[in-house]
């Protein structure tokens, strides 16, 4: 509050004398404009501050197709509640940077571009309330985790906390989904997410096309944008592995068909699809091809993204910067989110845009995931030979 330059008068500080007393407080904040107060009301509400005489939820209707209010509610992933006719109401699916809109009497979160004209779409900052994650009392991974990045953190033991969330997440019903980049196949840690995905440990995959590519242009020809994964040599004309690879199975029509009619038989893509787990493959403007499997409308690939979301406990984003942004601001703040790459930059960037629930492991992704397999007691077969049918004439 002494930040956004406002004056305040603590009323009342009642502390908890035990570890399951609450603790209370009372605070008058007052000397600001609406606008920077407004502002500020937001972020209290954010660390769990309730106004004290609160009124019901303002709304407006959506004045067109995937156009809101100028004044609507921005969300953010943290669980909330709107007050409508007295009773606070708890809104489904909550997610960060989207709107809150009434669909059959109930709030719900939708994306701007979701939202229809004449739709009910709360605005203002009234009748909403959000509730902080909590801090635990125990010395839990994810709080220690969660401090300054480091690459000297002892990894073997935070591996095996983390193959306990997952453990803990299946037993709850839960998806583990692994959001990964190509470094997973170029480093040669494409067989560890194999073995992961074909023992039930991941369950869901979100991706772009390079890894799909690579992870099956390393089954048809043995490498990796042309680099041989046994000796990290580059193989002659091994540059054009990728495109030979894509073309082939465009001519297929797509990785299920490849995988039918036995050209390809092993690798992540292989796994996932024969395990029928949820994949969403999303496209960019670098994409070589692309694969047919791969959804190059952004929009539907969030749409896509956002039907799995719900049934997510775990998420594992390695070694992908982008992908691991857009993924996790999809995610509700009460998944478990672990972000690991070998560039410490890109282990903080998720958690400062706004995902309070990641903590960040600085590591190699070939490390993590053999770690991982070893914690979760995975049987890792040794990666397949080139398939016969994937060879050069």
Request: net charge negative.
């Given at each position: ?13 009642d ?7 609450p ?8 000397g ?19 106004v ?7 709304t ?22 709107v007050?409508l ?8 699916l ?6 809150i ?19 009910t ?15 635990p009392?125990?010395?839990?991974v ?7 990045v ?14 306990r ?8 019903g839960?998806r583990v ?10 480093t040669?840690?494409a ?5 992961l ?6 369950n ?33 004309h ?18 299920r ?5 036995g ?6 893509m292989?796994e996932a699809?024969?395990a ?14 692309p ?12 749409r896509?993204?956002r039907?799995v ?18 993924v996790g ?12 790459d070998?560039n410490?930059?890109?282990v ?35 990666p ?8 050069l004439?």
């Amino acid at each position: 509050m002494a930040d956004a330059d406002a004056e305040y008068t603590i009323d009342v500080f009642d502390v908890g004398h035990t570890k399951t007393d609450p603790s209370y407080a009372r605070v008058t904040v007052f000397g600001l404009d609406a606008e920077p107060f407004a502002a500020l009301l937001d972020e209290l509400r954010a660390a769990g501050g309730t106004v004290l005489e609160d009124a019901d939820a303002r709304t407006q209707q959506a004045p067109a197709d995937g156009v809101l209010p100028d004044d609507f509610y921005a969300t953010t992933n943290l669980e909330t509640e709107v007050r409508l006719g007295g009773v606070w109401i708890p809104v489904a699916l909550p997610e960060m940077d989207c709107a809150i809109v009434l669909r059959d009497g109930a709030p719900v979160t939708l994306a701007g571009y979701d939202v229809r004209a004449g739709d009910t779409v709360v605005v203002g900052h009234e009748g909403v309330r959000v509730k902080p994650l909590e801090r635990p009392r125990s010395r839990a991974v994810f709080e220690f985790m969660s401090s300054a990045v480091s690459s000297e953190k002892p990894k073997e033991s935070l591996v095996a906390e983390i193959a306990r969330e997952l453990r803990a997440a299946h037993e709850a019903g839960k998806r583990v989904l692994v959001v990964g980049g190509p470094a997973i196949v170029h480093t040669g840690a494409a067989r560890y997410l194999a073995a992961l995905i074909r023992e039930g440990h991941v369950n869901a995959l979100f991706a772009g096309n390079a890894i799909a590519v690579h992870d099956i242009e390393s089954q048809f020809f043995g490498t990796s944008l042309g680099v041989d994964l046994d000796n990290a040599y580059p193989v002659e004309h091994g540059h054009v592995h990728h495109l030979r690879t894509v073309n082939r199975i465009r001519a297929l029509g797509g990785i299920r068909a490849a995988i039918d009619r036995g050209v390809l038989r092993g690798g992540i893509m292989y796994e996932a699809y024969k395990a029928g787990i949820p994949v969403v493959l999303a496209g960019s403007v670098r994409d070589d091809g692309p694969l047919p499997d791969v959804i190059t409308d952004v929009v539907a690939a969030q749409r896509a993204m956002r039907a799995v979301v719900p049934e997510i406990g775990v998420a594992l984003m390695i070694s992908t910067l982008l992908h691991s942004i857009a993924v996790g601001n999809m995610l509700p703040a009460s998944v478990r989110v672990v972000n690991v790459d070998i560039n410490p930059a890109s282990v903080t960037k998720l958690s400062d845009r706004g995902s309070f629930q990641t903590i960040g492991l600085v590591t190699d992704a070939a490390a993590f995931l053999r770690e991982l397999c070893a914690a979760l007691k995975v049987s890792v077969e040794p990666p397949s030979p080139a398939s016969p049918a994937g060879k050069l004439a």
